[in-house]
């Protein structure tokens, strides 16, 4: 006999997502999943962000092992939490879940996630996130967009890190945008350099212009 | 990598839905974008239903392409095609299919 289901295998993970969003909502926190490959520069966009966002700001920080980035989001003053995930290649909504009862959030108007390193698993759990952002960096090379075409057509704004290295490198930066075009209309593709500052401006008008 | 996960999810909603009958196939329905690897959903599968009402059952899995429409002519193409429509050349477009992910229904003995 056949039974017809119909459901989303990630349903699980949505639901505590759907839980998530009304616990930011009701606090008017801008909760923002940050992901990326391993070292494209994702604490280090967070902490060029907590230097120049203004605004009061809590970090969720996610990696397989090790306390690093949030000792180093932590000199900054800003409230931090570290989840460990063992060896699992995403964050998921639980995970978030969990974390929140052991954050700081009074103050915070922005919630920054960074999720493990990673450019294939994380686009599949949503975390209750208000945006998706992805950061790239130009050594990874160009043709990123068009071998994860998955998560580059679920974000809401693609970071281009590392364009000081431009002159060393060979990274054609059309190629890169005509990828994003290509399964992403919508996302804005900001190319700055954590390193110098450059471009970080345009970044940070755009996570102002988000509305909780 | 996380199919482990997922085959777990896969089965805690065929046995909720076949209340304890014997299930003889899942049908899943995967898009191209939906970065899921079949085989080791299998693989998973195998390992994970054993005592279970799931135990043996077939796997049947429908794929989904990942279709892009073109904002100019509005004609839906691949992922071949990187983002260039080959009717009228425009870039880019709206995702309309291909990051489905879903159990679509089961069949259970009587």
Partial sequence: MKINVVKNILDANEQIAAENKLFFEKRDIIAVNVMASPGAGKTSLILRTIERLGEPMAVVEGDIASTFDAEKVAEKQVPVVQINTGGACHLDASMIKTSLERLSLSKAKYLFIENVGNLVCPAEFVLGEKARVLVASAPEGDDKPFKYPGMFSTVQAVVLNKMDVLPYIDFNVSRFLEGVAAVNREAPVFQISCRTGEGLGDWIDWLKSIKS | ?110
């Fill in chain 2, 1 to 110: 990598m996380h199919e482990l996960a997922l085959t777990q999810n896969i089965i805690d909603i065929a046995l909720r839905e076949a209340e304890s009958r014997r299930i003889t196939e899942i049908n899943l329905v995967i898009g191209e974008l939906s970065s899921v690897v079949e085989e080791s959903i299998r693989f998973c599968f195998e390992v994970m239903s054993k005592d279970t009402p799931a135990e043996g059952a077939r796997i049947c899995v429908k794929k989904v392409a990942a279709a892009i429409r073109c904002p100019g002519c509005f004609r839906t193409y691949g992922l071949e095609m990187e983002g260039l429509c080959p009717a009228c050349g425009k870039r880019g477009g709206e995702v309309t299919a291909g990051r489905e992910f879903y159990l679509e229904s089961i069949e259970v003995e009587d």
